[in-house]
């Protein structure tokens, strides 16, 4: 009887999970911020992460045809492959979305022009997981999920209000109908004439070198970073680096963008509008150099990137509920790291070493926990129209935040291998066959896709591999 | 006679083998040169020519009484069709380079002549006679393109042309302004004028491909042979369209 | 002498049947240290340029038919910015320094974004789509003096070359692109062109600086209306149409500052410029 219920009744029953953990996997989304909402009752945050399980995840990214109708250029312009941003394209965007030749502002364009394009992701998708705990197996199996499937879409409208005025609005609709909004923010570009000050206030991607949102897999195992995801066993954070923020960031960049810096003040709680956090805001800076060596596709470019963050730890109730945007109490935690982005001919390297530590009452715990990260990312653009891609990806607890849990508790390995085939170059839309295989093994826990049961393997040492196969016809106008 | 005719051709033509001068011992003399000449007619309707707008120089309006009409077509008493160039298509080797300028003059803000012919690597003047600038604009294709001022009291410009083509040139300052360069390899070419009449003299004996060229109806061929001291005359008749 | 002819013609014959696509791209460039090529440069012309500038390099690409003005068309081998006389090929380096600035107001951006190395790839393989790359002789830039001091007298001198050289028959009185001849230019292909307008304070085609627009008015934008006055200006006068020129932009300049100074107490000396001007 059991068996006939939906999927998501069954957890129900299962209620009798950590709210901690559930907050935790309810909130961090393979890779996209798909219209979270902003209070999540347990079930429902653990019911959602089995839907997200089974639908494929799409990295909500940013790539726009309607730039290349408004400008005649080709996507191939400015992007290596769509969705990731060449030089010339990040030089685009660091201007404000503006080339520069005066032709920029609106009124140049016909006013039959509006900026808007749309992406989506028809797919056929395999999910399997071992070690999961289900009603019928409580020692644990293998859950495969298999079949056609749909990923949400993506509404992009961004472009120039005015010379040096900049406007971003992503509303997104998930594909099983829930809405949101991934970015919204206004930016003034170039003040004092100057290209190394630009403030943008709103919600928006944090400006990452290595960016989720533009980056070119899919799959739910593939499809987000470790490195920019991963909350240990216990922790009450909801942080994700990937996830877009809500705030202001002073931005600058030499004129061919191969000095960059941004600086960021945001509001505490992972981009969720309505100020439910506390008081208290995050801080980010990036900075990065390229220099122009070899006859690679683009310049070697290195960077380093840091977050101070916040979370509340104590809320005003009112009846024993908490009172959104009352928080106090805060607790800190860090993110730091350094990446490059490396060319040798159409060889794209991309390494990230990263590490992460949160505040004792953030972890759980009676300990900080700390965490240290590594991957490397490889792109072979054999031409505009044609990449191969491979990624390795580690994760290792230094420290849990309960000392009771064994070391090796929520580190993961993750690999996954892609090709994406774009069947035509043109400057009004773009179709990429994609292919991906992914797999993680995570120790202990759940992956961070959300694949299988959703429930903790059997003991904190089982080692559960997670694995993704995609077939994805990835398109946008 | 038609005989010698043929002995003297096939002199003329093993000579000019490169079988190298001691192939033949008996001397020979150089025939005596040809003439092709003829006329250039058109059938059906041609369009009609438009007086030329010249307002924007006045300079150039008080130079003409009755104001000057378009060339693109411009014909004469008897269907004659005018500024054909009718010239030998193979380039004459023994000819001498040639040397003396060709003179081009913009004048009363027109093109004289409107079609100027000469040689590779002949030297052309161009000079300005009006009162004010103009440039000078040959939008050449196989030749390099230049364009170059030309202010009142400016001494000629002096050009060159490497490569054989029909080159159409224009003056910026002053759109009506249409004329031709026209650049051969050969020495044997001429003009129509208003009888539409041609003349292609000097040609040593021998078959030749000869173009009639008009700007606005195109190209036309005939083969034409021409025997020693004689003179062929031979039409062309192009067909006129009234757009 | 017709015998050698013979054989030249033979060989060159050869030669041509020997240089096809392959040995078309075994094209380089040279700019500074930097040397490009072009088997390297045609897969970068593929990802940045084919939309407009179309795969055979003819300006025909498949948005060239939406833009104005239109895509350079790299089979005539005839280009606007360059630092050599009419009628010659630009040098690599006005190429790289194209592509480089970009061209303000058209759709051609700034690719200053690529690396030197790549923009050279660049350069050299548009030197494959015209055969006159290989036939004509290297151009030599033309030789342009220091720049004297800018002076009223040097200003003044340039007004008058300006009223003189009649180019206020196309840019207007007043450099607003409004001169008598300037509604019905057209460029090299027939299409409708302006004149450029001093007074929209825009970069010009070729560059920002002095000795740029030095450039423009001594070896003429080929492909457009604008000719060249080489023939006609000496060079030391070149340099006064310059400071002349920036006081009729409404950029912030020495030239500007300078003139708008005197025109304070003597602008009545002043004749107008414009066919009024010529009956001095």
């Known amino acids: 009887m059991l068996k006939s219920l939906g999927r998501g009744t069954r957890l129900l029953l299962h209620g009798c999970l950590p709210a901690a953990l559930i907050l935790s996997t309810g909130a961090m989304g393979p890779g996209g911020t798909r ?24 990295s909500h990214n940013k790539r726009i045809p309607a730039f290349a109708r408004k400008y005649n250029l080709a996507c191939s312009a400015c992007h290596t492959v769509w969705p990731e941003l060449s030089a010339f394209g990040q030089s685009f965007k660091d201007n404000g979305y503006q080339l520069g030749n005066d032709r920029d502002s609106p009124i140049w364009q016909s006013n039959t022009y509006w900026p808007i394009a749309m992406r989506t992701t028809p797919q056929w998708h395999l999910e399997s997981t071992t070690h999961q705990i289900t009603d019928a197996s409580p020692g644990g199996r293998t859950v495969t999920q298999a079949g056609f499937d749909l990923s949400g879409v993506d509404f992009l409208l961004l472009g120039t209000l005015y010379k040096n005025i900049t406007f971003g609005l992503v509303p997104t609709l998930d594909a099983d109908g829930t809405t949101g909004l991934e970015a919204a923010f206004v930016r003034f570009d170039n003040l004092g004439h100057s290209p190394w000050a630009n403030v943008k206030v709103g919600k928006f991607e944090l400006d990452n070198l290595l960016s989720e949102k533009r980056f070119t897999w899919l799959s739910a195992n593939g499809g987000f970073l470790y490195a920019y995801h991963y909350l240990p066993v216990g922790s009450t954070n909801n942080f994700g680096f990937g996830d877009n923020q809500i705030g202001v960031e002073l931005s600058g960049h030499s004129i061919n963008s191969y000095t960059r810096y941004s600086v960021s003040l945001l509001t505490t709680d992972d981009g969720e509008p309505g100020v439910p956090g506390g008081k208290s805001m995050d801080a980010m800076f990036t900075l990065s150099r390229a220099f122009a060596m070899g006859s690679g596709l683009g310049p070697q470019r290195f960077g380093v990137f840091g977050y101070l963050g916040h979370r509340p730890t104590a809320f005003e109730t009112s009846g024993g509920n908490p009172i959104p945007g009352t928080g106090s109490a805060n607790k800190s935690f860090v993110r730091f790291g350094a990446t490059a982005q490396l060319w040798l001919g159409n060889l794209e390297l991309i390494p990230l070493v990263s590490h992460a530590s949160d505040d004792v009452a953030l972890g759980g715990g009676t300990q900080k926990p700390a965490w240290n990260t590594a991957l490397l990312e490889t792109h072979y653009i054999a031409t505009p129209q044609l990449m191969i891609q491979g990624r390795y990806e580690l994760l290792r607890m230094s420290k849990q935040g309960d000392p009771g849990i064994p070391k090796t508790t929520g580190n993961a390995d993750a690999i996954a291998l892609g090709v994406r085939v774009y069947p035509f170059l043109f400057s009004r839309d773009g179709l990429a066959i994609h292919g991906e295989f992914a797999m993680t093994r995570t120790i202990g826990t759940v992956p961070l896709s959300g694949d299988g049961s959703g429930v903790d393997p059997v003991t904190q040492t089982t080692a559960v591999w997670s694995r993704s196969l995609l077939l994805a016809f990835d398109f946008a106008f | 006679m038609k005989r010698s005719r043929t002995l003297w051709w096939s002199v003329a033509v093993i000579s000019a083998l490169p079988l190298g001068n001691a192939a033949l ?65 193979a380039a004459d080797t023994a000819a001498p380079p040639a040397t003396e300028a060709v003179r081009y003059d913009q004048k009363g803000c027109q093109y004289l002549p409107h079609v100027a012919v000469m040689r590779v690597n002949q030297p052309l003047d161009i000079y300005n006679n009006d009162p004010h600038s103009h440039n000078i604009h040959p939008l050449a294709r196989v030749n390099p393109e230049w364009n170059k001022s030309q202010p009142k009291g400016a001494p000629p410009i002096h050009a060159t042309w490497e490569q054989p083509e029909f080159i159409p040139v224009k003056c910026n300052i002053h759109p009506w302004m249409h004329g031709y360069f026209v650049v051969l390899r050969t020495p044997h070419y001429s003009v129509t004028g208003d009888d539409g009449s041609f003349s292609l003299a000097g040609l040593p004996p021998g078959t030749y491909t000869v173009t009639a060229w008009h700007e606005q109806f195109g190209t036309q061929r005939q083969e034409v042979t ?18 | 002498m017709r015998p050698h002819a013979r054989l030249l013609a033979l060989l060159s014959g050869l030669g041509l049947l020997l ?117 004509a002789r290297p151009a030599t830039p033309i030789t342009i003096p220091p720049e004297p001091a800018v002076n009223i007298a040097s200003i003044l001198h340039g007004r008058e070359l300006f009223q003189r050289l009649e180019c206020w028959k196309c840019h207007g009185p007043t450099g607003h692109g409004d001169g008598p001849s300037a509604h019905d230019l057209t460029d090299s292909k027939e299409n409708p062109i302006r004149p450029y307008n001093f007074e929209t304070g825009s970069r010009f085609m070729c560059g920002t600086t002095n000795q740029d627009l030095y450039r423009i008015f001594m070896t003429g934008l080929d492909g457009s209306p604008m000719p060249s006055f080489a023939d006609q200006v000496r060079p030391a006068e070149a340099w006064d149409l310059v400071h002349f020129l920036r006081t009729l932009q409404t950029l912030d300049t020495p030239e500007a500052a300078l003139w708008r100074q005197w025109l304070a107490t003597h602008a009545g000396e002043l004749k107008p410029i414009g066919p009024e001007g010529g009956q001095q």
């Open chain 2, 25 to 89: 011992s008996a001397p020979v003399l150089p025939p005596a040169a040809g003439t092709i000449s003829g006329k250039v007619t058109y059938t059906g309707t041609p369009p009609k020519m438009k007086p030329v707008d010249m307002a924007k120089e006045p300079n150039c309006v008080s130079q003409h009484p009755t104001p000057v009409m378009t060339e693109n077509v411009a014909t004469g008493p008897g269907n004659t069709l005018r500024w054909v160039v009718v010239y030998i298509a």
């Open chain 3, 19 to 135: 240089s096809g696509p392959g040995a078309a791209r075994a094209q380089e460039s040279h700019i500074g240290g930097v040397t490009g090529h072009g088997a390297r440069g045609q897969q970068l012309y593929r990802r940045y340029c084919v939309g407009c500038h179309g795969k055979a390099g003819d300006g025909l690409g498949e948005n060239a038919m939406w833009i104005d003005p239109k895509p350079r068309d790299f089979t005539a081998a005839v280009f606007k910015c360059r630092s050599t006389p009419t009628g010659a090929l630009p040098t690599d380096e006005d190429l790289f320094n194209s592509v480089t600035r970009g061209f303000v107001t058209t759709n051609m951006p700034p690719w200053r974004p690529l690396t030197p190395q790549n923009r050279a790839d660049v350069v050299a393989y548009i030197k494959t789509f015209s055969a006159r790359w290989k036939t």
């Open chain 1, 35 to 58: 219209g979270r909402s902003t209070t999540t009752p347990e079930s429902a945050g653990s019911a959602r992460s089995l839907v997200r399980a089974y639908e494929a995840s799409v």
């Open chain 2, 226 to 243: 021409v025997g020693s001291g004689e003179t062929k005359t031979v039409g062309f008749v192009f067909t006129a369209r009234p757009y």
